[in-house]
């Protein structure tokens, strides 16, 4: 027996042993110069996984939450106006952040499981002048996906700064930063860029800094400030030493060799990756008589999927049923429908063998909570899409 379970939740998620190994070497300095060169390397391959050539890279001890923060205390100025489009759980949370700083927040909501129209966003655009947009790449809590390529573009149009809530997305799911003309686009360590959790991650556009620097009051979030963290950046970069917080050096030696791990696959591939078993995991779903919140193929996530419990079936008893099998689901987050499905995380290292066993175990649950179905036709339907 192994002793451990498969971890299929949308964060933290299965992790490379050889990043694992990376975070168990001997702790270092921070200015050590074998650190200051993984720190630097580590900061030139966020642009590639990125695709953001051009952009301002941040590696900062701290969770997702952060990064939100971080993006936001430093944008947003008292009175400025914030365009906050909401797919689920974590738009709202950043309406709430947004609001600390001062800013007046407009909130834009979907409907549960659909995604806000884009002309709703431009006429809002278009009727006060906005200073920032932000939206969830993959709102966690609902598996929906929104195409970040049209509200990159709003953003030029109408000189409004855009944030891409890219937790649950970047490295998994297609970003193109540079190309699609998106200013700050962060994540957290423990979703598909596949290290435990305790780093905050983000690339900022030459225009949020000079937004940034041309800010008329002092940022109002003293650990989050630019002003002490961007010499820091530059210093690694350019292989220096410098100090202003003690950096996560065991993660970051993990987050170098998870970062080449990502690029030996190679971006495209890994998106293609992500397509692949996400259709495969919806189609076992479909195939199983579960309908999914979001609800249309074209706006399903790659990295995660969030089925409802068929007519008959008692959450809590699948949940209990799936906490007694090999593999750890997550229950639902969205206030209001959270009891009615169940999450599953398939991003990063997460293989094909993984998918067949989770679309085993969930099989092999539903059956024992008394959902009729013929047993194998869901490993059947994932299957299928993975050849
Ligand atoms: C997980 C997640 C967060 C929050 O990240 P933490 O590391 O838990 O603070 C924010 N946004 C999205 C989309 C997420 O998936």
């Not at 192994?2 to 939740?9: A, C, E, N, T, Y």
């Not at 007046?104 to 431009?122: P, R």
């Not at 099998?325 to 398939?346: P, W």
Request: with cysteine.
């Amino acid at each position: 027996m192994k002793g451990r379970k498969l971890l299929m939740i949308p964060g933290p998620i299965e992790f490379e042993p050889a990043v694992m190994q990376a975070t168990a070497m001997a702790t270092t300095s921070h200015v050590a110069p074998d650190f200051i060169e993984t720190f630097g390397h580590s900061l030139e391959m966020m642009r590639d996984v990125w695709l953001s050539p051009s952009g301002q890279p941040f590696i900062i001890a701290g969770t997702g939450t952060l990064a939100m923060d971080m993006a936001g205390s430093n944008l947003i100025e008292p009175g400025d106006r914030a365009l906050v489009i909401s797919t689920g759980y974590f738009g709202d949370r950043y309406a709430d952040l947004l609001k600390r700083y001062g800013a007046e927040v407009t909130v834009l909501k979907a409907a549960t499981g659909d995604v806000v129209d884009i002309k709703e966003v431009e006429k809002e655009l278009n009727s006060k002048s906005y200073k920032l947009l932000t939206f969830t790449h993959v709102d966690t809590s609902t598996a929906v996906r929104v195409d970040p390529r049209p509200l990159g573009l709003l953003g030029q149009k109408y000189g409004v700064l855009t944030i891409l809530d890219g937790v649950c997305s970047v490295a998994g799911e297609e970003i193109r930063q540079d190309e699609w003309m998106l200013d700050v686009v962060f994540t957290a360590s423990q979703k598909a860029v596949g290290v435990p959790p305790g780093l905050a991650l983000m690339v900022v556009s030459e225009r949020a800094v000079n937004a940034w620097r041309s800010r008329k009051t002092p940022v109002g979030n003293y650990y989050c400030d630019w002003n002490n963290w961007l010499p820091v950046m530059k210093a690694y970069e350019e292989r220096r030493p410098s100090y202003f917080g003690t950096p996560a050096v065991n993660l970051v030696n993990g987050l170098e060799v998870s970062l080449g791990i990502i690029l030996k696959e190679g971006m495209e591939a890994r998106f293609g990756r992500h397509r692949r078993i996400g259709r495969s995991f919806r189609t076992a779903m479909r195939d199983l008589g579960l309908k999914m919140i979001p609800i249309s193929e074209e706006i399903s996530a790659g990295t995660l999927s969030a089925p409802y419990y068929p007519d008959g079936v008692r959450g809590a008893e699948f949940m209990r049923a799936i906490a007694a099998s090999d593999v750890i689901l997550a229950g639902g987050l969205l206030q209001g429908i959270k009891d009615s499905y169940f999450r599953v995380g398939h991003m990063g290292s997460v293989t094909e063998g993984d998918i067949l066993t989770t679309v085993s175990a969930i099989e092999h649950c539903l059956q024992k909570c008394g959902h009729n179905i013929v047993r194998g036709i869901g490993l059947r339907g994932a299957a299928g899409e993975l050849q």
